[in-house]
DNA sequence: TACGAACCGAGAGCACTGCTCTCGTTTGCC
DNA sequence: GGCAAACGAGAGCAGTGCTCTCGGTTCGTA
């Protein structure tokens, strides 16, 4: 039995429409998103979007929310969709996905990864989602390593660094040799770094043939990393 | 002789002076750059400040081309400063110099490589200094592999990348190969993904140790492209 | 069932923004 | 010396985020 019903599915009826609303005007206008458009776009008075949102950098927040879900989304399920010992395909599978969520949301991907807005601080809510695709990358390695398909590597890493290392492994993949683990972070580093550079058109008038281009990329990390051809 | 001497030179000095003052509340304001505040700093009104800049964006395009230009210095005179055949010391000396001057520059560097301003189009003045760092980087590995203290990988790389590539090559590095041009331009990715990632603060809750940890994952971006230790 | 409280949208208003236009004044070249 | 270009101030326009007040609706509860 619907505790306060009517009102408060309309309530969340208007916040799911806001939200479009706004992912709508994010998508052609750009990153700066202009409370009283919105406003204007569902027929209402600027102030009315204040009866759902406090302020414009919640809006955002929800937004920026929902865009993390998405991409981890989509690259958890790219990945869940290979075969599990294909760690190679694995690899590609994610990083091509969250390639595409990028291109295909060129403003929410900016909204994530972009420079941070002066005033706004990223709320607590947002940190686990934003770990969603590196962690579906590091468990391509952890897979690989209890598998045999993968060994790790032999570095010997800076006493700190290893530490730093060992705390984010003893978190989320206990055992994860810390060398493997930073080698999985440089290519979700590289990863993010290649998105940038293609959303954000820095590369784009030298290289004509993106898509091979990327993989090509992508694929220099698994090696890296030492997944098997 | 000078042309138009005084009135020229004023002029000039105004311009100067407009921009310290906006490059000053970048750094505490942030990135959202308000022409009227800097009017007000200087003591002037508003509309003034139109006489020496059409536009705020071209304002933000004049520092912006000092900020390029600025890195590009860093990052060419720590490399310059290293032993020319020390080309790990090299590497991380220029990726350390980015590091630095992107830590102490956050808001510029934030201009530079942040998600790009809706309305705004990077002008074709700052292509050139915009590819200064990546040209040091990858000029480390041209000199190596000239007095063979650096072999070229020997990947096979798909036809439309290698075609890519090779048109960069012989633009910057005729006769460098293709595939050693791609692991440079991976390491120079991996490095933006680094200081972005560090910069707008998603790693750094996670690795207190930042800089012996940069200086790893830098390192191992130049294990991958072979630089001897 | 009636009432009080919570919720909601409209509207006015504040301080701010980029930018334009006009109006005197100053400046410097022919 | 005169004239045009350059200059700074001011008013004003359209837009922004946000606050506050005012009526009207809705809902939980007594």
Redesign the pocket.
Known sequence: MP?????ARV?AE?IDEIKAVARRHLATDGAN?????VARDM??????I???F????ELLTALILEAYEALGDAVEAADATTDRHDLRGRWHAACRAARDWALAHPAEYALLYGSPVPGYAAPDDTVLPAQRPPLTMVGILRDGLADGRLAAPADDLPEPVRADLAEIAAGFFPGLPEPLLARGMAGWTQLFGLISFELFGRVNRMIPHRDAYFDHQTGLMADLIGLPR
Chains 1, 2 share one sequence.
């Open positions: 505790a306060s019903s009517i009102r309530r208007m998103l202009s409370l009283r458009a027929g209402m008075v600027s102030s009315a204040y009866r759902y406090p302020s414009r950098d």
